[in-house]
């Protein structure tokens, strides 16, 4: 059993900056394939970033050059540091996990319980 807790969330003016954190449990949490999701409301969710075995760190197209995940193995936890943030930015963003082999992500995903990013105009 994987428990993510993510942090970081809060409500800032359009062309600030803000950095997500998700700490997870569990011996094998370093190893795993890690994400970020986002969902606004009436929205379906959608991948933001995503470190995954053989393919490195990925972005979705709209916040390529504004937003780097990255991930800290001692401290068991991943980040999305957001950087050029938008209006459209705002979303509920929710962590993720899922095991990783050497070639792809396979097993239960684990979500976090989302934290609140608003970036007013």
Same mark, same amino acid.
């Given at each position: 059993?994987?428990? $993510?807790?993510?942090?970081? @969330?809060? +409500?800032?003016?359009? @062309?600030? +900056? $803000?950095?997500?954190?998700?700490?997870? *449990?569990? *011996? !094998?949490?370093?190893?795993?394939?890690?994400?970020?999701? #986002?969902?606004?409301?009436?929205? /379906?969710?959608? @991948?933001?970033?995503?470190?995954?075995?053989?393919?490195?760190? #990925? !972005?979705?197209? +709209?916040? /390529?050059?504004?937003?780097?995940? %990255?991930?800290?193995?001692?401290?068991?936890?991943? !980040?999305?540091?957001?950087?050029?943030? /938008?209006?459209?930015?705002?979303?509920? &963003? &929710?962590?993720?996990?899922?095991?990783? *082999? +050497?070639?792809?992500? &396979?097993?239960?995903? &684990?979500?976090?319980?989302?934290?609140?990013?608003?970036? *007013? %105009?």
């Amino acid at each position: 059993q994987v428990q $993510l807790v993510e942090s970081g @969330g809060a +409500s800032v003016a359009a @062309g600030g +900056s $803000l950095r997500l954190s998700c700490a997870g *449990s569990g *011996s !094998y949490y370093a190893t795993g394939c890690m994400a970020w999701f #986002r969902q606004a409301p009436g929205k /379906k969710r959608e @991948g933001v970033a995503f470190i995954t075995p053989g393919e490195g760190t #990925r !972005y979705t197209d +709209s916040v /390529k050059g504004r937003f780097t995940m %990255s991930k800290d193995n001692t401290k068991n936890t991943h !980040y999305l540091q957001m950087n050029g943030l /938008k209006p459209e930015d705002t979303a509920m &963003y &929710y962590c993720w996990w899922r095991h990783a *082999s +050497s070639s792809n992500c &396979y097993g239960e995903p &684990y979500w976090g319980q989302g934290t609140q990013v608003t970036v *007013s %105009s």
